[in-house]
Nanobody
Framework: HVQLVESGGGSVQAGGSLTLSCAAS????????MAWFRQPPGNERGRVAS????????????YYANSVQGRFTISHNNVKNTVFLQMNSLQDDDTALYIC???????????????RSQGTQVTVS
């Protein structure tokens, strides 16, 4: 039984930082893509960042949306099979429901991931 449990959302002032975490259980730690999506109010959902770890690339191949490049950092704790999203210099546009997802490979659409978290709200004001 695969489960993704995320934490770390909340409210922050513009310019501040937050770190989201997503712990995956029941899923192999290697050959996994763990991704963060966000759903802003009234806007389309999109992939924010992802980290694709394989036996060939154990440290992972990162991806960042242009809108967060240079401000967000995705990382992984191998032992805990947890992915982190460090968000710095947060802006009003970063306000959204953030959803963690996992699959063997990365996808642009959240619906293509068989495993997804409930989502955590991030509000920047």
């Amino acid at each position: 039984h695969v489960q993704l449990v995320e934490s770390g959302g909340g409210s922050v002032q513009a310019g501040g930082s937050l770190t989201l975490s997503c712990a995956a259980s029941g899923y192999p730690a290697d050959n996994i893509c763990m991704a963060w999506f966000r759903q802003p109010p009234g806007n389309e959902r999109g992939r924010v960042a992802s980290l694709w770890r394989t036996t060939i690339s154990p440290l992972g191949i990162p991806y960042y949306a242009n809108s967060v490049q240079g401000r967000f950092t995705i990382s992984h704790n191998n032992v805990k099979n947890t992915v982190f999203l460090q968000m710095n210099s947060l802006q009003d546009d970063d306000t959204a429901l953030y959803i963690c997802a996992a699959d063997r490979t990365c996808h642009n659409e959240l619906t293509n991931y068989p495993y997804r978290s409930q989502g955590t709200q991030v509000t920047v004001s």
